[in-house]
T-cell receptor, first 111, second 116 residues
């Protein structure tokens, strides 16, 4: 099976940079994704890493190291609207490419 | 275009009753997924459809859960003899279904099921 571990909660100040870590155990996967979910809302896709290294999308960047079974999401220039839960997810080696999610990290951005 | 929609948004039922949850995926998306999310946890995979067929139902917790997608578009998740432990948010997601390992999934707003 697959499992992913994330910190349950992170707090940061508006304008700062925050890193949300994700460690995983798996026998194989295609890539690591990150999803954002506001309270009461649907998860929305943020980023995907198939290869080791950094992927940058605006204020968000995501990193993957397969050798370390580790990834992170980096959020820069934090805004109040970034307060949400963030989930890392592995894309499985199967026909459906279904996602296995971590438990989520709740990010609180303070003024 | 329209996103994934789910109805009802909230469903309250009594233990032992039967419920149906509906999902309308994005038009043209051939892949459809059902997930269940408990409060404070990540979504857990239930079942995956490619077209009309259930390609993988390994996440369904037991035989009280069943899902269909008869015409390859709308899907219905059916739960028989509901139990209090079934209370959760049920999320539906769709994706284009191409061989794209990025597999960005587009989620609906979910149905909050409460079993009393």
């Amino acid at each position: 099976g697959q499992s992913l571990e994330q910190p349950s909660e992170v707090t940061a100040v508006e304008g700062a940079i925050v890193q949300i870590n994700c460690t995983y155990q798996t026998s194989g996967f295609y890539g690591l994704s990150w999803y954002q979910q506001h309270d009461g809302g649907a998860p929305t896709f943020l980023s995907y890493n198939a290869l080791d290294g950094l992927e940058e999308t605006g204020r968000f960047s995501s990193f993957l190291s397969r050798s370390d079974s580790y990834g992170y999401l980096l959020l820069q220039e934090l805004q109040m609207k970034d307060s949400a839960s963030y989930f890392c997810a592995l894309t499985s080696y199967n026909a459906g490419n279904m996602l296995t999610f971590g438990g989520g990290t709740r990010l609180m951005v303070k003024p | 275009g329209a996103g994934v929609s789910q109805t009802p948004s909230n469903k309250v039922t009594e233990k032992g009753k039967y419920v149906e949850l509906r999902c309308d995926p994005i038009s043209g998306h051939t892949a459809l997924y059902w997930y269940r999310q408990s409060l404070g946890q990540g979504p857990e995979f239930l079942i995956y459809f490619q077209g009309t067929g259930a390609a993988d139902d390994s996440g369904l917790p037991n035989d009280r859960f069943f899902a269909v997608r008869p015409e390859g578009s709308v899907s219905t998740l059916k739960i028989q003899r509901t139990e209090r432990g079934d209370s959760a948010m049920y999320l539906c997601a769709s994706s284009p279904g191409r061989l794209d390992r990025r597999n960005e999934q587009f989620f609906g707003p979910g149905t909050r099921l409460t079993v009393l």
